[in-house]
């Protein structure tokens, strides 16, 4: 008896079609194809990038200063090598602006990259006799009465 009920059952409720479960609209998000390309010029502030003139009395301690913060805020940003390159330009005033542009003119576009950027930016506002000086002021560093190499030396004996 148990076995005809069951059977019987099956038989009319699995035959039975089923409604389908409601659907639920699917809304289609519109993506503005502009702001697809468009660099996060309007972050990268927030992030701590600042505006770079090259007035008169930048030197390049504040150069040098400029682009490694810079280049920290896009590496928090994790921005393509593109973004980058769009982003310092954005960054760039007055002269430094000018600089940059007059740059470009002359040079092929792809070659014009985020890398070929860093080095040029290095070439005008950090120059080779910044470096070297910095190179040797290095090794003559002191903490107090030792220099930082022997200071090293001693902390390291007595950890």
Do not use: H
């Not at 069951?6 to 389908?20: D, G, K």
């Not at 609209?25 to 090259?54: C, H, M, S, T, W």
């Not at 007059?102 to 290095?122: G, H, Y």
């Not at 910044?130 to 200071?151: M, N």
């Amino acid at each position: 008896m148990m076995s005809e009920w069951f059977s019987e059952f099956v038989r009319t409720n699995l035959a039975a079609p089923q409604p389908p479960p409601p659907q639920v609209p699917v809304v289609p998000q519109v993506v503005d194809p502009i702001k697809l390309n468009k660099p996060p010029v309007d972050k990268i502030r927030k992030y701590g990038a600042e505006e770079f003139r090259a007035i008169a009395n930048d030197d390049a301690v504040q150069a040098e200063f400029w682009l490694e913060n810079t280049i920290q805020v896009f590496d928090k940003m994790s921005l393509t090598s593109d973004e980058c390159i769009k982003c310092a330009i954005s960054l760039l005033r007055d002269t430094a602006y000018n600089w940059w542009k007059m740059l470009t003119s002359v040079v092929p576009r792809e070659r014009i990259t985020w890398d070929f950027f860093q080095v040029e930016f290095r070439k005008k506002y950090i120059n080779q006799r910044f470096i070297d000086q910095k190179r040797k002021e290095f090794p003559e560093l002191k903490q107090g009465r030792l220099s930082v190499t022997k200071y090293e030396r001693e902390f390291v004996r007595l950890s």
